[in-house]
């Protein structure tokens, strides 16, 4: 596709439940990574892959929190057991080496919203 | 640990005025510094960014920044507002080089900018 894409676009789910949100990023790109948005808030980061090794995950809130990206293409997000709290949109990025890789394309996000 | 602080979160200027956007920086190095727009239910768009070279860069839109080491900012400015720039604006980081956090950006918690007729 020509830009990055996010899936499902809104999700929400009851206190308790696991979720897993997928990010599908630019053809070729070779990092990608996860922000999470609260409202008012500037994106934080959560975690980042160079193919599909995880560089760093120092961002992740706690070990509910996991991401995968096992053939260095789509990645997936996974939050276990989901609290009010993790109520937030959900951003994933990708970025390409060529040109130094300074650019991070953004998806839509998925807003994710817990019951 | 680098931050970043947008003075203002809202700000409204009439169309045809002068926009600017603050934003100061805190890093032990200078940083690759980024300004991002966001548009409702839209994803975050680049409108320009500083890495090396020249100080002044010019963005999409008529946006411009000026890199300022001395006073670690990076204020965005256009000099005639339009209907179409009211959107939420965020300033962000990034280490130039080295240590596992390397892809990161930090970002500011943004400012809303208002445009009225």
């Known amino acids: 596709g020509a830009g990055v894409s996010q899936s499902p676009r809104y999700k929400v789910t009851k206190r308790g439940q696991d979720v897993a949100l997928r990010c599908d990023p630019i053809?070729?790109?070779?990092?990608l990574y996860w922000y999470r948005q609260a409202l008012g808030q500037g994106p934080e980061f959560l975690t980042y892959f160079n193919y599909e090794a995880q560089q760093d995950k120092s961002g992740l809130p706690n070990d509910r929190f996991s991401a995968e990206r096992p053939e260095g293409s789509i990645s997936t997000l996974t939050i276990q057991r989901t609290e009010q709290r993790d109520s937030a949109m959900y951003r994933c990025?990708?970025?390409?080496?060529?040109?130094?890789?300074?650019?991070?394309?953004f998806g839509p996000g998925t807003r994710l919203t817990v019951t | 640990a680098q931050s970043v602080t947008q003075l203002g979160s809202h700000v409204s200027v009439s169309e045809g005025a002068l926009v600017l956007l603050r934003c100061n920086y805190s890093?032990?190095?200078?940083?690759?510094l980024f300004w991002y727009v966001q548009y409702p239910n839209q994803g975050l768009q680049l409108l320009l960014k500083?890495?090396?070279?020249?100080?002044l860069v010019k963005g999409i839109n008529g946006f411009e920044a000026e890199f300022k080491k001395s006073e670690t900012s990076f204020h965005l400015t256009k000099p005639s507002a339009h209907m179409s720039d009211a959107a939420e604006y965020f300033c962000a980081v990034r280490k130039t080089a080295g240590g596992t956090s390397y892809g990161k950006l930090t970002f500011g918690q943004g400012t809303i900018l208002t445009v009225h007729p």
């Open positions: 890093s032990s190095v200078p940083p690759y």
């Open positions: 500083y890495t090396t070279g020249a100080t």
């Open positions: 053809s070729g790109h070779v990092s």
């Open positions: 990025a990708s970025s390409s080496p060529r040109a130094g890789g300074y650019e991070q394309y």
